[in-house]
């Protein structure tokens, strides 16, 4: 069983990533936070979320895990206490994005999340990532209203794309229905979190049988 911890608080948005990650890799099983808010919108929260991803008690015969919030929380302390791979969506977005030598960047939603993202992506490419493209509006009532987060984040990609970004990650695991929908609309490559944790993580299975 592969897990996939969402580190907020909504069944439906772990319901939601688990079959995007299924697509790629079957046999993922979702685990929701206990406590906490719906989305993660704030340094604050990020911080809070990493606390109970790093200490929660996992089901028995988990052979991988991941940590699907796009600033990774906890993502490094759970890894230092497993002995299976530990994949985070950001982490694995930003290493698709910057393959080749490609120049990247974020589409979000989250202002409040903007310096922790640009800090993990510069952690994994630092020479690539030309920064994060915020959109319009408040983050919960974009997420309510998915017509208007497409348009949103559409219009970030492009602003990103013009500044020279070659592949934009839609940055947050909310996201990911968002990301599937505006592929076909996308001006450049578009990395899409989930999706590129699970390969990764079939990789690293793959690696270590």
């Given at each position: 069983m592969i897990l996939l911890m969402n580190p907020n608080s909504s069944v439906a948005t772990t319901a939601a990533m688990v079959a995007i990650a299924r697509r790629t890799l079957p046999?993922?099983?979702?685990?929701?936070?206990?406590?906490?808010?719906?989305?993660?919108?704030?340094?604050?929260?990020?911080?809070?979320a990493a606390e109970l991803v790093a200490q929660a008690e996992l089901p028995p015969g988990v052979r991988g895990v991941i940590v699907s919030a796009f600033g990774d929380p906890g993502r490094a302390a759970l890894a230092a206490r497993l002995a299976v791979p530990v994949v985070g969506i950001g982490q694995a977005a930003a290493l698709a994005a910057a393959a080749g030598g490609r120049r990247f960047a974020v589409a979000t939603h989250t202002p409040g999340l903007r310096t922790g993202i640009d800090a993990l992506m510069r952690g994994y490419a630092p020479e690539g990532f030309l920064g994060t493209f915020l959109t319009e509006g408040e983050p919960e009532a974009l997420a309510a209203d998915p017509p208007r987060l497409d348009d949103a984040l559409l219009d970030a990609m492009h602003r990103a794309h013009q500044a020279g970004a070659e592949a934009v990650i839609i940055g947050g695991g909310p996201l990911g229905e968002a990301a599937e929908r505006l592929r076909p609309r996308a001006p450049c490559a578009l990395i899409a979190p989930i999706?590129?944790?699970?390969?990764?993580?079939?990789?690293?299975?793959?690696?270590?049988?």
């Open positions: 046999g993922v099983e979702g685990w929701t936070a206990p406590g906490g808010p719906p989305l993660l919108s704030s340094m604050e929260y990020l911080n809070a999706t590129e944790a699970a390969r990764l993580m079939l990789s690293l299975l793959e690696t270590t049988r």
